[in-house]
T-cell receptor, first 113, second 113 residues
Framework: DAMVIQNPRYQVTQFGKPVTLSCSQT?????MYWYQQKSSQAPKLLFH???????NEADTPDNFQSRRPNTSFCFLDIRSPGLGDAAMYLC????????????FGPGTRLLVL | AQSVTQPDIHITVSEGASLELRCNYS??????LFWYVQSPGQGLQLLLK??????LVQGIKGFEAEFKRSQSSFNLRKPSVHWSDAAEYFC???????????FGKGTRLSVIA
C-alpha cells in the first residue's frame, strides 16, 4: 500500500546532540511537510517542500533544518536539541495538483534528555 | 487569514450514544475542510473531507460531517460511538495552491461504558 513512513518511531537524544528524523513516501507526491506537535496541541507547521522548493515558516527556529534529496525522502535535522524540542514530529505529503488532502505518517516521538 | 475553532476541548460520551464534534472556520472563499483523527502516539488519519458539492459527506469508520456555509461550520457526527473511537479529533481548513492547512486545537473524545 502506498504510504508515508517515518523512522524511527521513537528517538531519544541528549541535550545539544544533533538528531535527524526521516520520512519517506511511496505516494509520489510533490509536496512534503514537517510538523511539530506538542502534547495536547494541534500540529504546528515547521516547513514544507514544493518539489525541491523549500518553504520555511516565519517562526520556525533556525535550529531546525530540512533536506529533501529526492521525491521520496525528506529529513528533519535538529542541530542542537533543547528540552523544549521534545515533541511528536509528523511528516505529511500532498499531491501538487489534487484535492489538497494531506496524508500523514505515524510520527516520530522525540525525547531530549 | 484562515482560522479554525473547535469549541470543545474534551467530550465524554457513553458507548452507543450519538456524537457531534463542533468545528467553525473563518475563510474568505470556499474552503477545503477536513477532519482528522489521532490515536495516542500515532499520526493523523483522514476521516473525511469536503471540497464542493453535496454538503453532507461520508467518511470512514461511520463518521459523517455537514458543511453549513451560513454558519461557517463543519461538524462531525457519528450515530453510535464505539469504545475504539476514543481519540483526539482535529478539524482543519485548507485552500488551493501552496497554502498550508490550518488546524483547530482538537477535541479529545473519551468513551465510557
Amino acid at each position: 500500500d502506498a504510504m508515508v513512513i517515518q523512522n524511527p518511531r521513537y528517538q531519544v537524544t541528549q541535550f545539544g546532540k544533533p538528531v535527524t528524523l526521516s520520512c519517506s513516501q511511496t505516494l509520489n507526491h510533490n509536496v512534503m511537510y514537517w510538523y511539530q506537535q506538542k502534547s495536547s496541541q494541534a500540529p504546528k507547521l515547521l516547513f514544507h517542500y514544493y518539489d525541491k522548493d523549500f518553504n520555511n515558516e516565519a517562526d520556525t527556529p533556525d535550529n531546525f533544518q530540512s533536506r529533501r534529496p529526492n521525491t521520496s525522502f525528506c529529513f528533519l535535522d535538529i542541530r542542537s536539541p533543547g528540552l523544549g524540542d521534545a515533541a511528536m514530529y509528523l511528516c505529511a505529503t500532498r499531491e501538487r495538483q489534487g484535492q489538497e488532502t494531506q496524508y500523514f505518517g505515524p510520527g516520530t516521538r522525540l525525547l531530549v534528555l | 487569514a484562515q482560522s479554525v475553532t473547535q469549541p470543545d476541548i474534551h467530550i465524554t460520551v457513553s458507548e452507543g450514544a450519538s456524537l457531534e464534534l463542533r468545528c467553525n472556520y473563518s475563510y474568505g472563499a470556499t474552503p477545503y475542510l477536513f477532519w482528522y483523527v489521532q490515536s495516542p502516539g500515532q499520526g493523523l488519519q483522514l476521516l473525511l473531507k469536503y471540497f464542493s458539492g453535496d454538503t453532507l459527506v461520508q467518511g470512514i469508520k461511520g463518521f459523517e460531517a455537514e458543511f453549513k456555509r451560513s454558519q461557517s461550520s463543519f461538524n462531525l457526527r457519528k450515530p453510535s460511538v464505539h469504545w475504539s473511537d476514543a481519540a483526539e479529533y482535529f478539524c482543519a481548513v485548507g485552500a488551493t495552491g501552496n497554502t498550508p492547512l490550518v488546524f483547530g486545537k482538537g477535541t479529545r473524545l473519551s468513551v465510557i461504558a
